[in-house]
Structures are given as C-alpha cells and as structure tokens.
RNA sequence: CGGGAUGUAGCGCAGUUUGGUAGCGCACCGUGUUCGGGUCGCGGGGGUCGCAAGUUCGAAUCUUGUCAUCCCGACCA
C-alpha cells in the first residue's frame, strides 16, 4: 500500500474525549472515528486489524471442528419472548418495531437464534455433537458505553454455540472451546488468563472468562474486571463468583448480656465500631436490597462487603439494587418501625425475605440493629434475641488476602480485560424453546448446550492497552495492519527513492503486507506516523544507502540495525 | 437515574464575565524554502458559534427550554 492513497488520517494531538489509552491511539492514529456514542467507524487500518483477528479465531475455531454461519442482526421478539429473555433482559436490548408494528430487536446476543435453527435442522443424535459460530456485529444498548472500542454499544463479536446429547459431551465440547481460546489469544499476542466467572444473564451453571491482565499502576488502566487469583495453586476467578475460605477474625463480641443501648448518630459501621470499641467483625451489617422488585435483608459481618452478583444469584434474580431511602422507609412504616439508615435490624421485619452470608452465623455476643434509629442491641446471639435466617450462603465480596479454597494461601487481585468467555447453558434455552432431538433410545431430549464469545473488537483495543508506548501503538505482529513499512527519508533523494520502491516491490512480490510511505512528508512527520500506526518492522532508506545500508528497526524493542536491503527483505520474510 | 462539566471549521482550543458583523494552532489548497524525528515564510478556502424560543436596535455572549458529549456517582446501613 502507498501512503499517498492509504485512507488516514494521524491527529497530533490526543482526542479531548478519550479516556484510556487504547481509544486516545486508536483514534489519534487514525484506526477509529466516532459515529455517535459507544459507536465506532473502522476505518481501513482497523479494520485490517480485525479481520487478522477474526482469521485467527476462524482457523481455530474451523480446526476445533466448529462451522462459520451467519444469523441476522435484527431479530424477532417472538424468539425472545419464547425464551423469556424479552422480559427480563432489560433496556440493554434494543428493541424496535417494523412497520407492521411488529416488535424486533438488535442482537445482543443469539441464543435465541441458533437454538431455533437446531430445533429445524437437527432431529437426531446423530447429527451430534455439533458446533455453530458466526462473527458478527451485536448491539447492547449499554447504561454507560465508554473506554472507545472496550464498552462500545455496538461491537464485534465471535459467537459459539454447541449442541451435545448430554452433559459429559458438553463437558468435552466446553474443554475444546477452552482449549481454542487459549491459542487464539496467544497467536493474537495476548495472554490471557481463563478465570472462574458468574454466568449473568445468559443464564447456565459454569463459566469461564479470558481475561487480559492489564497494569494496575497505569492510571488510567482500563480494566473493569477484578480477578481474585492463587499464584500457588492456579485458582483464579472474577470477584463476582469468586470464593475464599472464612477468615479468622473476632466474632465474640464479649458482652455478658444482651442489651439495646443508645448509639447516637452512630450511622456506618465504622463509627460503630469505633463508638463501641469493638472490631467490625462483632457486628452484624443489615442491608436491604431489592431484587426484581422485590425487597431482601441481606445480613453480614460488618468487615465484609456484599457481592451483589452473589446476592442475585441466591434468588435467581435479574437486576439488583440497593433499596432507596423511600423504600426503606415504606419498609419500616409496614413493619412498624421508624428506623433511620443504618440502625435497621432482621428483627419483626415484615414482607422481606431474609438472607445471611456464611460470616454471620458463628457470630456470638454480637451487634446489630434493632429497627430504633439511634440504638443497637448488642450482646445479641442467635436464637435467643435474633433468629438467624434459614438461607444462609456466601454473597461475600472476596478480599484480598482471603485465603484459597483449594489450597489455602492467600489470595491476590487484578484488573483484567474480559476478552471472552465461556459458558455450559445446558437446557435453558432448548427447554424453553422446546428444541429437542431423538436419542437412541428413541426418546426426545432437549439439546444440552454451550456457548462460547470472543470480542473481536475488544480484543483489538485490549491489544493496545498491553502493547504500546509514549510514541503509539505497538501491534503484535499476527494482528499489525501491515508488518512492514519501508520509509524513504528524502523524496529528493532519487537513489533512496529508488532503492525504497525496490524493496517495496520485492517485498509485494512476496505477498508481504507492506506500505511505502511515498508522501513527500519530512522525514519526522513520516517516522512519527510510522511509531504512531504502530507498524512492527521499518526500513528507513537514508543516507547510509551510499554505503548500501539501510536502517532495519523493530517497533517494539526499538533496536534497529544497517543492513543491506536484501538483508532486510530476508529478514522480514523470516519473520 | 442523580451530580458536575463541555458543546465555536476535520482535530485541539480562545472569545462568553462587561452583547456591537467570529479568532488562533494543527490539518487542508497554492507557492517558495527546508530535508533523518511533527521545518520556516507568503497567500488562500472552510464555521447557520449544538438546536429552538425569548430579551434587545443588535446575541457565540443574557434568559428559558431542548439535544448531544465527557467525567463522577447510583447510596455497604
């Protein structure tokens, strides 16, 4: 490609509306271009970019024995509703009408569509196991799109989904996935590390993301995800389904007796605890939380954090959130009380349900609100004064040095970016829909499934955030837009002139993706755009052409040796 | 959904306080100059000042509304 045609445009300065580096550089360097908010144009270079991505998941994928197809992007609300996703998946999917007045949507998602496909084209065991993906645009009408490529509304994304006969098939279909993932990534450059997740709103038992590590002390580190990890024994898992062992902390808090006492103004547990004399761990936090409408006490030690995933989780719930000032007040008026924040108890609540975190119930002589704004009881156990609740499960948020289920040491944390995932559905979506085969035995069994995502575009962006300088982006090679560019310093200059289209032309005649930068720019103008695009390898033809060398530099190391420039051409095409 | 900030040329910004015919840098076009890390000069094109209503002789500037964008928050009792 020449320069002088290529379809780009550099800005000098950074966009005054990006945040974190992958969006600054992708815009600065001319990959990307707004359209409106969370949506992106892919110019030329980008679109390179992804198309080298998406090669790499399809020989993957094709070599994991999975089959390309394409499903639409508009979908029908029949499927959804089917599925009973177009109740509760909320206002992140799109939905419009045709103008029949029909209801569609956006894909966010295809579950919905390949399990519809399934139930038409496959009636036996036979045809199983069987697996389907696509690469696609999806559409999420995010809260908040931000971070340019990383949460944009709509995306790119690579969709799996398989189809096995029963569980021990899903179980090899899920290991082939995990096992594609894995050289996916690293051929695109990426380590990424498969950790334990929730399973949200797609619904099914097991999941596991691909997340990118990224740099905690980099201020504007893009990660949104923090992963608990044991560097001893390879646990590691989102903090959203993360788990750890009960730490051993005070839970006696030593009163003889049990007692309301007045607690002033003493509103959050720290205060408290500091009022009282007495650690976190002795008091029992009471929080209300409402969960597809419908309000829970939540109870847990006062040096512990609620994980609202969790929390959802054990009421199978779709959206949570904290209770707001009113309704805790409507709560209290129907139970009788007139508690204020923060001295609210379990004790005579009324139409909530209770439920308590594992760190609660070995609580002895403990406090806890008693439904009195400006008191606490204390001294309180279980049974006696408060009834514990019969649910009781872990909705804790794991801490940093927590201890590891598996092997006991202590737990560490990070921030990733989730660039896939993997999921066992198993029936929810073929029972629903009603998508069924004949088994051998001549039964109709519903289609156990799994369903495995790759953000395409995500990807791209998780590339920069890892691989870049204070002089741009730094491209892996198996993902750069071209591997080479070939800069003549002067174009005054008719040897380097000369010399820079040979080698260019050589280089084409070997099918290298290659781009002579044939602008008559100044020489800074050409080397700034080149660290800039972020292309692996130069080959900058000056002066030292006299002596028949030109300059060969690496990108990412910044080391750059004068060889002839068919030494160069040979070492690019080693690569 | 709540709070804050910002909307002026493709990009980055000044001008708004104190109303008086819209500016700078980059980019773009022409021209000369320079030529290994974003040269320098001269000349030029491009903007209904987000949109709408209002106040006024006169509005980028004041008022109201509205839309958009960015950041933060969305309650740990």
Redesign the pocket.
Known sequence: MRMSGLFV????????????IS?KLL???GYI??L????YNYLPLMQRVLKKIEDIVREEMDAAGAQELLMPFVQPAELWQESGRWEVYGKELMRLKDRHGRDMCLGPTHEEVITSIAREGIRSYKQLPINLYQIQSKFRDE?????GLLRGREFIMKDAYSFDVDEEGLDKSYKIMADAYKRIFERCGLEAKMVQSDSGAIGGSVSHEFMVLVNESDENNAGENDVFYCSKCGYSANSNHAVSLLNNAVTDGGYNKADIIDTPAV??????SEFLKIP?SV?C?????VIDGKYVLAL?R?D?????TKLMNAFSGNEI?????D??DEIMQASGFNA??????PKGLKNIEIIADETVKDLKNFVI?CNQTDKHLVGANWGIDVELPSLITDIR?VEEKDKCVDCGSELKVTKGIEVGNIFKLGTKYSKAMNATFTDKDGQEKPFIMGCYGIGISRTAAAAVERHHDE??IIWPLSIAPYRVIV?P?????EV?MKTAEEIYKKLLAHKIEVIIDD??????????????IGIPY?I??????KEG???F?NRATGE?T?ITPDEAIEKILAL
């Not at 809260?143 to 971070?147: D, H």
């Not at 959130?321 to 000032?325: D, T, Y």
């Open positions: 445009q550099t800005l000098r300065e950074f966009p005054s509306d990006a945040e974190v969006h815009v600065r360097a271009r707004k409106a908010n969370g949506i809260i908040r799109p931000r971070f509103h959050s547990i720290e205060e408290l976190a008091i936090k009471s929080l209300i939380y847990i006062g512990r954090t609620v994980e609202e959130r904290i209770a707001r000032n309704e805790i204020a924040i923060g001295f609210i108890g609100g948020l002089h741009g800069v310093v002067s174009d005054q200059d380097q602008r008559s720019e100044r020489a800074g103008v050409k080397l700034k755009d080149a660290d800039l130069r900058t033809v000056g002066k030292t052409i060398l030109v300059e530099k750059t004068n």
